[in-house]
């Protein structure tokens, strides 16, 4: 049976019930496969991260990128550049609406790297096109469109992957199997930290968009408003496009503490904070402290962006055989157990396990080297295209994860109050203030509809 036959009659099939777990010793090192037996892929949105990942899904062996798509047409050359490199000069074709993408029916896959306000559209719309989906975190831009975006994998049977790629690394797996076996002890708190350099910024006058940009298309399901560089370079920190660096980096570390903890919806919620370091047009906070209740467990985040002694785990790290200095790491997760706590890095740092002191210097019990995992998690999505098994970070765990900023971000823009969470409807209970920012708006034609 021919690849993309497999592919077609996978859709009419229901999904594994478990997730499909592949760990692979190297992912490009997959054996040859036939042109026609390749994933045939689409990417949108190409610029820095998805001219990234652009060049990392044409890297491997089984697939083929064949389709760029960007609302600037100024982005597609380079892209297209980058992606022949690894396809022996074959160049994908290239569209600015990657609504057209949807069309081709032998598009198996669509890689939708954009700014966070279009996840959910796109990832909905390629659901129902039938195609598969990989889309980068933070899965949603609100609550509403998230469990959405869940529904259409579901109801269209669809592998949908969010690109938290600690979920395909092998030393996480292990810190995993690690605390499930009680090792740490009963664990009672879980510390998440997010401390980064990062920069306020002034927004120039409004002007006309170039050429090159359709910009009634990047602004989207977002209210109208007239185009300006600077939301489109910083959008991530405006709160009608993005979710601050929260979810732009921070969901990676919530994501692999809920995972590993064995958590899914918390029972309350509650933020303070604000926009400290510096003025200008960031609507986002730059401070931040988030405290999420369980059973028996509390977990906090906290945020700082004002910070240039603490760093994220860099590459010497990620691919050597050594760990972070975790006081100035500044993207890791601490767990607390009864017997001992886990200081764990995300994206790869590895995780030591520290006891009580000794002579007063540290004594660490256990320890696991950790390796960036870009490769693997993409190489996951392409495996699970195949089997139909759900991938390591499928679109419900991306979800859930995602929830935990939402749920800060309202509580912070409405004051600072503790929100208490119905984990069957994920609403927040009696809240009418809270309850206004658990969906928007959508401009049209950009509408995401209650069935999807």
Known sequence: MKRRDFLRRAGSTALGGAAGIILLDNPRSARAVPANDRILTAIVGVGDR???????????????VGYLADVNRSALAP???????????????????FRKLLDIKDVDAVVVATPEHWHAPATIWSCQAGKDVYVEKPASHNIWEGRKMVE????????????????????????????DEGKLGNIHFCRVVNQIPGSN???????????????????????????NRRVVQRWAALWPYGSGDFGANGVHQLDLARWVCGLSHPKTVRAVGGRYASEGAAQTPDTMVATYEYDRLVMSFELAMYTPYMLKTDRQTRSGDMFPYWPQN???????????????????????????????????KDQMYGRFTDAEHKQNFLECVRSRKRPNADIEEGHLSTLLVHYANISHRIGGQRLVIDPKTERMVDNEEAMKLFSKKYRSPWIIKDKV
């Not at 998805?50 to 083929?64: E, I, K, S, V």
């Not at 892209?79 to 569209?95: L, N």
């Not at 669809?158 to 605390?179: D, E, L, M, N």
Request: aromatic residues 12%.
């Open 201 to 227: 910024f002034i927004l120039p006058a409004d002007s006309t968009p170039p050429p090159s940009l359709d910009w009634d298309m990047w602004n989207g399901p977002a209210p109208a408003r007239q185009y």
């Open 330 to 364: 500044g993207t890791r997760v601490e767990i607390y157990g009864t017997k001992a706590v886990m200081y764990l890095g995300r994206v790869g740092g590895g995780w030591q396990v520290f006891v009580r002191t000794k002579d007063r210097k540290p004594v660490v």
């Open 50 to 64: 998805g001219r990234t990942l652009a060049g990392g899904f044409a890297a491997q062996n089984d697939c083929h």
């Open 79 to 97: 892209a297209a550049a980058k992606v022949a490199e690894f396809q022996g000069g074959k160049s994908p074709e290239t569209f600015q609406d």
């Open 152 to 179: 259409a994998a579901r109801k269209y049977r669809r592998v949908v992957q969010v690109g938290t790629q600690t979920r395909s690394a092998a030393y996480c797996f292990a810190a995993k199997r690690y605390i």
